[in-house]
């Protein structure tokens, strides 16, 4: 439809998409970055959903059965922002919109979760939003399952541009929605048929229509600036079982001397193009003035779900009182009352029977006592559930007949899940942890990085963690791994060295709210080597002295995960020469650099020789060889400076020269 029948035939509707057009173009003008073109293509599509359909009061943000609208296509923030704004959230002030991607603005570039009340998650890196969403359905359901269609029963909804159709993490989601019939996401396509460099033609011809019917989803097609086209699209897709994708004819930059081509992508700045687009619109209101009737319309629309909302605070009241508790808990990500006193008797015993597992098996023995009495864990693995041992006895699995079943096969998809998992935690009520192989976090990594940049606790649980798994050989075994996830900010990154420390490495996982955790777990069984019962996480401190030195200390090492066992070995041949050795396990280096300085002295104080041991590249080391030392400088590193090759487990560590010898000699040759 024409800019001119469209502002005849639908005058309040055009004026309403017409204040979040202007506004992006004044926005991003004062900035003088930014992307317009899309908001002005969707502005359409974006009212209708929001007039129409969107189950929100933008007085009341957080209320947890609010329909959820993921801006995949983030590059248009400024869509969000204005409707935000336009709707009345208390955040999204017009100085915010005026300090559009300022320093301090909760207005950022792209839109991030916690910035401003209304932004679901960040989204930016394309496809993320969409997979985000899959995880938000996926929650939605199991919270529906727990609790009822009385408290949980809302849709979630995604804007998403070809960009996020195109990234490969599009296909992972797409192919795990449609499976699990998430009838409830709607994914509303801006078929602009623009991109950066020029057409989508110029590098696809994918017919996206057949590929969502593919993968099990309902498809529905609109011109993505008729309001009578989008509305009867919205509610045609709400009907169905499947998943729906909405096919929105649109124009990049409608109304511009830019629109339908890539130019329009970008900051449209030109003061005479801002002038000219406002004329075609109708629009003659200053900068950043929205007209009292038109800001009244769109506030109308905010308070919409107002009593909706009551209603439903009411309802959430006649459900049983632990029932009300437990919801309330899950959503704040309080841990259980249970937890702290499982995760003690489970060392005990663990101390007692000491026995000889792999991380990964004592990461089981963990989930299956904590999974038995927490209901907000949802695990999954990217079809390793075998190898990452992260299923336990009774969590059922979740399917379409089987809304509350706790467990996701996630398919062979460590994006898609790494992705899920961060819209499951961020829908709220749900602790997500998923299974990969440790080396494949590289395919997981755009939306690890993520969880960390929202900071949501997602737990990755990643096995297979060095050379140590043997004759898989290099192309699984993670050498440079280690030190990815640890370089990434505001990331827990666990190595334990047995079942008690994993067992520790849980309990923090699964108690932190802000901060992801990335679990290293061994694949070949390991010594249990706390041997004494301390009812104390010493793991939350990051590292401590577990063996210490007999007569004067020479040397310290400190060691992770399987390598502990290692540094014990070489403690024994150094100790048998006369020379005093402490072994620290460092089964977590974030939290220890968060430590006090003191503590930090007191576990690794200056003088002594220090060696680290490590089947992983040295850096990320150097912090605590040599950057934190008092008078010594002489330091080693024993571990992994190539890539590892196909052989049993025993056979590389002797080759790759990461064994107590190797330790004690390197301790020797600093003396
Ligand atoms: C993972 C990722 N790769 C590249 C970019 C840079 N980028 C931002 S928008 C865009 C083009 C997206 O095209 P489309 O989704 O069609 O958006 P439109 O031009 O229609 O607004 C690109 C390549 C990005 N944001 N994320
Ligand atoms: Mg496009």
């Not at 329009?264 to 007209?291: C, E, Q, S």
């Not at 006895?393 to 961060?422: K, L, Q, S, T, W």
């Amino acid at each position: 439809m024409d800019i001119q029948t469209l502002r005849k035939t639908h005058p309040d509707h055009w004026m309403r998409a017409a204040a979040i057009r202007t506004l992006t173009l004044d926005a991003i003008a004062a900035a003088n970055s930014g992307h317009s073109g899309m908001p002005m293509g969707m502005a359409d599509v974006a009212t209708v959903l929001f007039e129409k359909h969107l189950k929100f009061d933008a007085s009341a943000p957080n209320w947890p059965d609010r329909d959820r609208f993921i801006l995949s296509a983030g590059h248009g923030s400024m869509l969000i922002y204005s409707l935000l704004h336009l709707t009345g959230y208390k955040q999204a002030t017009l100085d915010e919109i005026k300090n559009f991607r300022q320093w301090g603005a909760r207005t950022a570039g792209h839109p991030e979760f916690g910035h401003m009340e209304g932004i679901e998650t960040t989204t930016g890196p394309l496809g993320q939003g969409i997979a985000n969403s899959v995880g938000f359905a996926i929650a939605e359901e199991i919270q529906r399952a727990r609790y009822g269609k009385k408290v949980v029963d809302h849709h979630t909804y995604v804007i998403a541009g070809d960009g996020c159709l195109m990234e490969g993490i599009s296909h992972e989601a797409i192919g795990l929605a449609g499976r699990h019939e998430l009838g409830k996401l709607i994914v509303l396509w801006d078929d602009n048929g623009i991109t950066i460099d020029g057409t989508v033609a110029l590098s696809d011809r994918t017919d996206q229509i057949k590929r969502f019917r593919a993968s099990g989803w309902s498809v529905f097609e609109c011109d993505g600036h008729d309001p009578v086209a989008i509305d009867a699209a919205l509610t045609a897709a709400k009907k169905t079982k499947k998943p729906s994708m909405i096919a929105c004819k649109t124009h990049i930059a409608l109304g511009s001397s830019a629109q339908d081509t890539s130019k329009g992508h970008g900051a449209l700045t030109d003061a005479d193009l801002i002038k000219d687009t406002k004329a075609v619109y109708g629009w003659t209101a200053p900068a950043f003035t929205i007209p009292a009737d038109i800001k009244a319309q769109w506030e109308a629309i905010g308070s919409r779900g107002a009593a909706e909302r009551a209603d439903w605070e009411a309802r959430l009241l006649t459900i049983p009182g632990n029932k009300q508790r437990e919801f309330a808990r899950a959503y704040a990500l309080e841990p259980h009352k249970k937890l702290s006193a499982t995760i003690k008797a489970l060392k005990k015993q663990i101390t007692d029977e000491a026995p000889k597992v792999a991380t990964r098996k004592s990461s089981e023995m963990v989930l299956e006592v904590v999974n038995a009495f927490t209901t907000e864990t949802v695990g999954g693995s990217a079809d390793l559930t075998g190898s990452n041992l992260t299923k336990t006895g009774d969590m059922g699995v979740f399917d379409p007949e089987n809304r509350d079943g706790r467990y996701i096969y996630y398919g062979i998809r460590e994006h898609g899940m790494a992705a899920a998992m961060n819209g499951m935690v961020l829908h709220g009520g749900i602790r997500p942890y998923g299974g990969t192989f440790m080396c494949f976090t590289d395919y997981a990594r755009g939306a690890m990085r993520l969880s960390a940049l929202m900071r949501v606790p997602t737990v990755y649980v990643m096995s297979h963690d060095s050379i140590g798994l043997g004759e898989d050989g290099p192309t699984h075994q993670p050498v440079e791994h280690l030190a990815i996830s640890r370089a990434t900010p505001n990331t827990y990154v666990f190595r334990p060295a047995d079942t008690v420390e994993t067992a520790e490495a849980w309990e923090i996982a699964l108690t932190t709210k802000e901060t992801p955790s990335v679990l290293a777990l061994s694949r070949q069984g390991l010594p249990t080597v706390r041997l004494e019962h301390k009812t104390k996480n010493l793991s939350s401190q990051g590292a401590y002295v577990l063996a210490d030195a007999e007569g004067k200390r020479q040397a310290i090492i400190i060691a992770t995960g399987s390598e502990v066992e290692i540094a014990l070995a070489a403690r024994d041949i150094l100790q048998a020469d006369g020379i005093g050795t402490r072994v620290v396990s460092m089964p977590c280096m974030e939290l220890f650099a968060e430590q006090e300085e003191r503590y930090r002295k007191r576990i690794l104080p200056g003088g002594p020789v220090r060696v680290a041991v490590e089947a992983g590249v040295q850096m990320g080391w150097d912090r605590w060889l040599t950057g934190e030392r008092g008078k010594c400088t002489k330091a080693g590193f024993v571990g992994m400076d190539s890539f590892g090759a196909s052989a049993p487990s025993d056979v590389l560590y002797e080759k790759f020269g990461i064994t107590p010898q190797a330790v004690a000699d390197k301790v020797k040759s600093l003396l």
